[in-house]
């Protein structure tokens, strides 16, 4: 069974910054792309950012472009999401989650439980 | 930005037909998956690659594609289907994963 356990998450007041970390294992952590994916109170799924597998490869939803960093430790089998200058509109729950890549398309595959982000003063 | 849409919410009777569309302008050109997600639950693939089933999904749940709109269809609905449903893709570069905004099906 996969096992994606997030941490990091909390309060915090708009501008300031937050680093997530998401542990792995039970699988081969550098075989797979992953990814952080958050869901708004009220709001639908939304993909932030992904990571090749050898993190040679990033991509970043146009909302967080330039404010968050997607990185991660191969031999710590750990996955990390840099958030800087919050928002309000970036309160929500944050997934840590598995990305399968198939004939150049992705989807995603295992989800952690999530860490609750709250951006408010 | 490239976006996906779904109607907010379906509803039908036990035994009935129900299908969710998605609709978005790369559709034609990139493959549409399909989630189910029930409450405190992570969502769960129950179609891949617009029409693929993976294994230990009911063959009551199908995808189709036509131009830019993916539907998913579930046959003799049962109370256990109420959930949200989302579909996946991605823009025609392929670069940027979007989520549609889901369906909340209901079994009346």
Request: net charge neutral.
């Amino acid at each position: 069974q996969v096992q994606l356990v997030e941490s990091g998450g909390g309060l915090v007041n708009p501008g300031g910054s937050l680093r997530l970390s998401c542990a792995a294992s039970t699988f081969i952590f550098s075989d797979y792309y992953m990814s952080w994916i958050r869901e708004a109170p009220g709001k639908g799924l939304e993909c932030l950012s992904y990571i090749s597998n050898t993190g040679s490869y990033t991509s970043y939803a146009d909302s967080v472009k330039g404010r968050f960093t997607i990185s991660r430790d191969n031999a710590k089998n750990s996955l990390y999401l840099q958030m800087n200058g919050l928002t309000v509109e970036d309160t929500a729950v944050y997934y840590c989650v598995r990305q399968r890549v198939s004939s150049g398309s992705y989807h995603f595959d295992s989800w952690g439980e999530g860490t609750l982000v709250t951006v408010s003063s | 930005s490239y976006e996906l849409t779904q109607p907010p919410s379906v509803s039908v009777s036990p035994g009935q037909t129900a299908r969710i569309t998605c609709s978005g302008d790369a559709l034609p050109k990139q493959y549409a998956y399909w989630y189910q997600r029930k409450p405190g639950q992570a969502p769960v693939v129950i179609v891949y690659k617009d029409n693929q089933r993976p294994s230990g999904i009911p063959e009551r749940f199908s995808g189709s594609s036509s131009g830019t709109t993916v539907t998913l269809t579930i046959t003799r609905v049962e109370a256990e289907d109420e959930a949200d449903y989302y579909c996946q893709s991605a823009d025609s570069s392929g670069v940027y994963v979007v989520f549609g905004g889901g369906t909340k099906l209901t079994v009346l």
